[in-house]
């Protein structure tokens, strides 16, 4: 089973940017993706990736976050956070195969991203 080993999260100040990796033990051509979960709230889809392909966002971060993947080895993801917000306060996660906007596949530990105002 693949493994997964997100980094990148840290305190920043509102408007700053911020940018998450996700490692994979393994390449893949599934779909990659990326999700976060604020404190007492549902696990919400954020991005997703297609190997050598188009990627698509939910309406909440699309021009704000871009998401892009390298799979000259191992697979790696990563996410691109733009002009931050509190509200984007949350542990972000990535997860190795995405259908629609749901993670199917394995999950990492998480990135733990705080957004000061």
């Known amino acids: 089973q693949v493994q997964l080993a997100e980094s990148g999260g840290e305190l920043v100040q509102a408007g700053k940017s911020l940018r998450l990796n996700c490692v994979l033990s393994k390449p893949t051509t599934h779909i990659m993706g990326w999700f976060r979960q604020a404190p007492g709230q549902e696990r919400e889809f954020l991005a997703a990736i297609v190997a050598h392909g188009p990627a698509y966002y939910a309406d909440s971060v699309k021009g704000r976050f871009t998401i892009s993947r390298d799979d000259a080895e191992n697979t790696t993801v990563y996410l691109q956070m733009d002009n931050l917000e509190p509200e984007d306060t949350a542990v972000y996660y990535c997860?190795?195969?995405?259908?629609?906007?749901?993670?199917?596949?394995?999950w990492g530990q998480g990135t733990q991203v705080t957004v000061s105002s």
């Open positions: 997860n190795s195969d995405v259908r629609g906007k749901t993670g199917r596949g394995s």
